[in-house]
Nanobody
């Protein structure tokens, strides 16, 4: 079956960096647009970034532009989120998602598969 497994979350001080990874299995990864979302308790899941199948196009939420970078390695079936200059408001559970399409989509309903999430906590 399809599995997306995130890793790399943790506790970091404000201004620090983390690199999240999401390893996919059970699907032809290069056929899927992949994205990162985040969620805090009591709030909706928010779009963070997405990358199209070939990796040639990337998209970011305004609040992470210039700080986060999404990338992928189709040979390793893995998508990454490099997070720099972290702020306390970046604290959330981060989820990766895969969409069977070449187009980018910024709402959760547009994605077919989800990981279990990884906690990112940024202390002030």
């Amino acid at each position: 079956q399809v599995q997306l497994v995130e890793s790399g979350g943790g506790l970091v001080q404000a201004g620090g960096s983390l690199r999240l990874s999401c390893a996919a299995s059970g699907l032809t990864f290069s056929w899927y647009t992949t994205g990162w979302f985040r969620q805090v308790p009591g709030k909706e899941r928010d779009f963070v970034a997405a990358i199209r199948r070939s990796g040639g196009s990337t998209y970011y939420a305004d609040f992470v532009k210039g700080r986060f970078t999404i990338s992928r390695d189709n040979a390793k079936n893995t998508v990454y989120l490099q997070m720099n200059s972290l702020k306390p408001e970046d604290t959330a559970v981060y989820y990766c998602a895969a969409r069977f399409s070449g187009t980018y989509y910024s709402t959760p309903s547009g994605y077919d598969y989800w990981g279990q999430g990884t906690q990112v906590t940024v202390s002030s």
